[in-house]
């Protein structure tokens, strides 16, 4: 019998708490065990269990895990829309990456083999698997936002009494989980970075070539990758926001209840007058028979501000002739810009700076980096390669993405 739309959802609308509790068990389930569920979630007078049962094998909702086995699994469309639904979703994976890695570098290739032969429909099938796994990446990214707002919130929600180190545990556990993925797939110097720019410039070879007569499907891919791109920052910004302000508290937590430790360790071992000796503060005591004068308490605040005694600080009297390091590099860093704009455009940044500066080492490399790539007047581009090159300074070696710098 053929599955009809309205049948189907007909029968998920008057049986949600069934198909969930269906859906919120692990693994496969046996007949015998969605049997006893439907017993406890059917009503006998409008429905007999025996028809339940059998319309959820003839509306294929249940599949048998094997060819003539007893045991069952949901639909993967239906699972996958009752986690979406209750906000349920899984996290993407640095493993789920690698492979649409791979499926975009496969479409790629296809695409320009198609292109250099001029051969239409190599590209054209070639487009529809990068337009699929473009909007898979888009939907793992809903997802893993999704779980990120549901672990925070089952997290927030959760009273049981754990300790300090079990809770900062877990944060850094979520953010390993759900963050690291998300990190990877924004990074500049990233393979899907790198995959994607690849796939944007075969997509724009084929329609700037005319191999594939349909720009919708190419049209559509570029926009995608546009979107997925700005998507993932915001995901990725959205999940931090989340995540980082449970993990600031625990962690001054986490240091706070180290702290406690090691001094309940010192007080164990040390004796009671040596504990007193070098961590009480040796405040005057006044008598409390009569209240205190003006000069005992003026004593007993300089007891305490003078606790523990510090040796008064020591001037250097003597006048240097040199100028301070510090300064002379404030003022290389300032200078830099004046200098870099005599000789716009720059093809590679980082290049220029070591050979116009051999004498500066690696920290005040990186310093002279920072001040040109952030200044408001330079346009400032990362290599398309995205393959990094090594650079020899003073002290040691800068592997840094080719940078060109030219006139904002």
């Known amino acids: ?48 269990p025996e028809t339940t049962w059998q319309r959820l094998i003839d509306l294929q909702i249940l599949l048998p895990l094997e060819e003539g086995s007893a045991h069952y699994v949901m639909a993967q469309p239906l699972l996958a829309l009752f986690n979406y639904l209750y906000n349920d979703a899984l996290p993407t994976s640095p493993e789920i990456i690698q492979g649409y890695i791979a499926a975009l570098e496969s479409a790629r290739k296809r695409m320009m083999a198609g292109v250099e032969a001029l051969d239409p429909l190599p590209v054209s099938m070639a487009a529809n ?82 191999v594939f007569t349909e720009v919708g499907p190419l049209e559509r891919n570029e926009r995608q990758i546009r979107a997925l791109r700005r998507r ?39 004796k009671l007058d040596e504990w007193v000796e070098h961590y009480v503060v040796q405040a005057g005591r006044s008598s409390v028979e009569c209240p205190p004068t003006d000069s005992v308490l003026r004593s007993t605040i300089d007891h305490v501000v003078a606790h523990p005694p510090q040796p008064p600080p020591v001037l250097n009297m003597e006048e240097s002739g040199g100028t301070p390091s510090d300064y002379v590099r404030l003022l290389w860093l300032n200078n830099l810009k004046t200098a ?25 490399a990186l310093l002279g980096l920072g001040r040109l790539l952030f200044d408001p007047e330079l346009d400032v581009a990362f290599s398309e390669s995205g393959k990094p090159r090594k650079y020899r300074t003073r002290d040691g070696v800068l592997e840094v993405t080719a940078i060109s710098v030219k006139h904002a």
């Open 129 to 210: 698997e990068v337009d699929s796994t473009l909007r898979r990446i888009q939907e793992d990214l809903e997802a893993t936002h999704r779980a990120v707002m549901s672990e925070v919130a089952r997290y927030k929600a959760d009273r049981a009494s754990v300790s300090v180190r079990e809770r900062y545990m877990r944060i850094v556990s979520l953010m390993d989980l759900y963050v690291h993925p998300l990190v990877e797939i924004v990074r500049v110097d990233g393979l899907l970075a790198h995959t994607l720019s690849h796939t944007d410039q075969a997509l724009s070879a084929a329609r700037e070539q005319g």
């Open 340 to 364: 870099i704009k005599e000789e716009l455009p720059v093809n590679d940044l980082t290049d220029w700076l070591v050979k116009s500066f051999p004498e500066k080492g690696t920290a005040d």
């Open 232 to 270: 993932s920052i915001h995901t990725l910004n959205e999940s931090r926001k989340e995540l980082q302000p449970l993990y600031e508290v625990l962690r001054r937590s986490s240091a706070i209840a180290h702290g406690a430790t090691l001094a309940l360790n010192r007080l164990r071992y040390l």
């Open 1 to 48: 019998m053929q599955i009809t739309p309205k049948r189907f959802f007909d029968f998920c609308a008057t049986h949600v708490p069934l198909l969930h509790t269906i859906a919120a068990r692990p693994g496969d389930v046996s007949e015998a065990q969605v049997r006893e569920i439907i017993r406890s979630h059917s009503d006998a007078q409008q429905e007999m």
